[in-house]
């Protein structure tokens, strides 16, 4: 019998495979789940690759972010439930989702509220947002805010021609399943539904809703130009996302650790940010040359028909802040 131990270099190597894997077994890795419920070709999942890798490359391997895209891993409203469950780590969502853990958040999706891009911007910077951001973390057990994402302004599609708030009246408009989303088809009178998003094409192409309302760039990723024949631009609403990472998550982390996701994930946000203004700017003319029906609309009686709303006393922010927010340049 051969006996591996006269062979020297087996013995050397056997020692540096051994040590190798005590290596590898001391480094505690720590796998990450992250969900969203938009395509694979829009730019919050690509920048949401980007950040994984670099959050991995940057820990030296310490965290492992997988990103499950297109409602995988459930509908908006479930990767929020997911959060606290412990479903999930990270998700992208929209600011009236998560204003059901704080509703004063949740002014960043009302009607109107934002004048264009630059008044975004200025509130993404703000005092304000932070405020915000600690009221919703204080209130969801913990779920932190790292990055904030401009989603593009919200314009309506029918396949009938809308020019004024009175043309929707009666209308079955889809709308995201979360109660601030009624505040603008009620307000001109149209009929609020709530369907997930991964159903809206077939709902608007089997009648079941009349209409549905979304950027620009989410009516071309998700072709609702295919069974919608106008593109009504309301900008009703400037829309954006908020990455939350998950209040268990988060505390979990050592402080550096916490550091690093604040960091990529907000420049993540900020990626995306810049793609989705440029993909707004181009996409008009690329619809019109595609030959589909772009609709520009007189904005101010759409404005006058939701400002009651938006200043209310049931409204879900108060006076005072709704006042803040405008008074941001």
Not at 35 to 55: D, F, G, M, N, R
Not at 194 to 201: G, L
Not at 287 to 310: H, L, N, Y
Request: hydrophobic letters at 40%.
């Amino acid at each position: 019998m051969i006996r591996i131990s006269s062979f020297k270099p087996f013995k050397r190597f056997a020692a540096l495979a051994l040590l190798a894997l005590c290596s590898t077994a001391g480094l505690a890795q720590t796998k990450l789940k992250w969900a969203h419920v938009y395509e694979t070709s829009e730019p919050y999942h690509k920048q949401a690759l980007w950040a994984a890798e670099e959050i991995k490359k940057r820990s030296n391997g310490k965290y492992l972010i997988d990103v499950f895209p297109a409602s995988t891993l459930g509908k908006e409203t479930d990767i929020n439930q997911g959060l606290t469950l412990g479903t999930v780590d990270i998700i992208y969502t929209g600011m009236a989702f998560a204003g059901r853990a704080y509703p004063p958040l949740s002014i960043a999706s009302g009607p109107f509220i934002f004048r264009d891009h630059a008044h975004w911007q200025s509130f993404r910077d703000s005092a304000i947002f932070k405020e915000l951001a600690a009221g919703y973390e204080s209130k969801s057990g913990g779920n932190h805010i790292a990055g904030y994402t401009y989603y593009g302004q919200r314009h309506l599609t029918a396949n009938k021609q809308v020019l004024k708030p009175e043309d929707m009246k009666g209308m079955k408009l889809r709308v995201p399943d979360a109660p601030l989303f009624m505040m603008f088809p009620r307000a001109v009178g149209a009929n609020p539904t709530p369907i997930a998003f991964a159903e809206v094409y077939l709902a608007l192409q089997n009648g079941t809703v009349d209409a549905q309302e979304n950027p620009l760039p989410t009516i071309e990723a998700k072709k609702f130009y295919e069974v919608q024949k106008y593109t009504m631009l309301t900008g009703h609403i400037t829309e954006s996302l908020v990455t939350v990472v998950s209040g268990t998550t988060w505390s979990s982390m050592p402080a550096a650790d916490r550091k690093l996701f604040d960091q990529v994930l907000w420049e993540a946000s900020t990626r995306a940010s810049s793609d989705i203004l440029e993909s707004e700017h181009r996409l008009v003319t690329e619809f019109e040359k595609a030959g589909r029906t772009i609709v520009k609309v007189d904005r101010k009686p759409f404005m006058q028909a939701v400002q009651k709303a938006v200043t209310a006393p049931d409204a879900p922010w108060s006076k005072e802040l709704y006042d803040r927010v405008e008074a941001l340049k």
